[in-house]
């Protein structure tokens, strides 16, 4: 079920969820089943089939509700660094700087502000050392200069948990 709408020439689709898809995506924020049969799981605890839980979140996945299904693990504990980069991209350049740095399996997720530092992106590897090394490679690959690298002094990490 989606309403669509053009803006321009592109074509966009709003997912409606729907009450058992709003279970599901509550269940599974933070507390997702560390079994052999996760869904299975799911499924029992909101009165459903397993079948129909894999279908549902396969369809929230499809229609980019869910971005992905994955543990977060803390850097530090396993022996990484990670650190908050900020990089001030020309407009005509935005996209192909982006791509180099989704290229690096160490960027988790890479977003664009509106400030004169615009593209910014977080990076974890097993050093410090490393992550320079990694951030001159960008610059020079795509000649981008100015990026920062701001590593955190102290975290202050909350659980993220939307009450859907």
């Known amino acids: 079920m989606s309403q669509e709408e053009t803006f321009g020439d592109k074509v966009e689709q709003e997912v409606i969820i729907d009450d058992t898809d709003r279970a599901i995506l509550n269940r599974i924020q933070s507390d997702f089943p560390i079994t052999s049969r996760p869904f299975l799981s799911i499924a029992d605890d909101l009165g459903m089939t397993e079948n129909n839980v894999i279908k549902r979140i396969a369809r929230l996945r499809e229609n980019g509700i869910i971005r992905r299904i994955g543990g977060n693990f803390v850097p530090e504990k396993l ?3 990670s650190t908050l980069c900020a990089a001030k991209v020309p407009e005509d350049k935005i996209d192909f ?10 960027v988790t997720h890479n977003y664009q502000r509106d400030n004169k530092y615009n593209i910014w992106f977080t990076f974890i590897a097993p050093s410090v050392e490393e992550i320079e090394s990694k951030l001159n490679e960008i610059r020079k690959e795509t ?12 975290v202050f990490k909350i659980k993220a948990q939307f009450d859907l």
Request: charged residues 20%.
């Open 143 to 154: 000649g981008v200069k100015d990026i920062l690298n701001l590593p955190a002094s102290r």
């Open 79 to 81: 022996g990484f660094v």
């Open 97 to 106: 700087f982006s791509k180099i740095v989704n290229g690096y399996p160490e």
